[in-house]
């Protein structure tokens, strides 16, 4: 595949805009969900967007072990990418899967999605750190369906999450490196069982309750 110009649109809070209403309402016989009302097709989009596949990559999960494909989950699965020292935008989107992954566990379909929070900082989100973010985060590993996926060097993360998913992001420069933050847009895709994006959240606030009804039709698609 080749790498999509990154999304530069990034403000000090992480916040790209929605788009606008233009109601294209093509059919696509690759998703469940109807395209959304916006300003452009999705191929004139600097990320993947509804209807087409998610970017191959496969990335290692630290707590596991295991590896994951992205185009052979098999299952509806929802991405977002974070890292772990944020203190603003991030934990709002990894606050949202979590409320969705407690919806799954409550009404027992949790073993019919997968959640997938990418880090763009692979120096410092390591297993120890990943495990501790988890705890903080009430995310129920021994649930099974979520994975921290971690890229295994800051280039992998630079081509992986910004060229592929074209999710762009800036490391500041501190005096002290051991407190470096970054700048970052803010993502969240809903992928069908097929590899497919039916949803691509471009807010920093994505909405659980939207959230859980778009999957519960793709689940039921």
Not at 153 to 174: I, L, Q
Request: hydrophobic residues 40%; negative net charge.
């Amino acid at each position: 595949m080749q790498r999509r110009t990154v999304l530069r649109a990034v403000s000090a809070a992480g916040v790209v805009g929605t788009a606008g209403c233009l109601g294209l309402g093509d059919s696509n016989p690759h998703v469940v969900l109807d395209e959304p009302d916006r300003d452009y097709a999705s191929d004139e989009l600097p990320y993947p967007a509804w209807g087409q596949r998610v970017p191959d990559v496969t990335l290692p999960d630290p707590i596991s072990g295991d590896s994951f494909s992205t185009r052979s989950v098999e299952m509806p699965a929802v991405y977002t990418f974070f890292f772990s020292h944020c203190d603003t935008v991030c934990p709002v989107l990894i606050q949202s899967l979590r409320n969705v992954q407690t919806h799954a566990i409550e009404e027992e379909y949790a073993d019919a999605v997968a959640f997938f929070p990418v880090t763009f900082d692979p120096e410092r989100d390591d297993r120890e750190r990943l495990e501790t973010y988890a705890a903080e985060m009430n995310v129920a590993l021994d649930a099974g369906n979520w994975h921290f996926l971690r890229p295994e060097s800051v280039d992998r993360a630079k081509a992986t999450v910004e060229e592929e998913f074209g999710v762009a992001f800036e490391k500041t420069r501190p005096e002290d490196m051991d407190t470096y933050m970054f700048v970052h847009a803010a993502m969240t895709y809903l992928v069908n069982a097929d590899g497919y994006v039916e949803r691509a959240y471009r807010t920093d606030t994505p909405d659980p309750e939207r959230l859980i009804e778009d999957l519960r039709v793709v689940r039921n698609g």
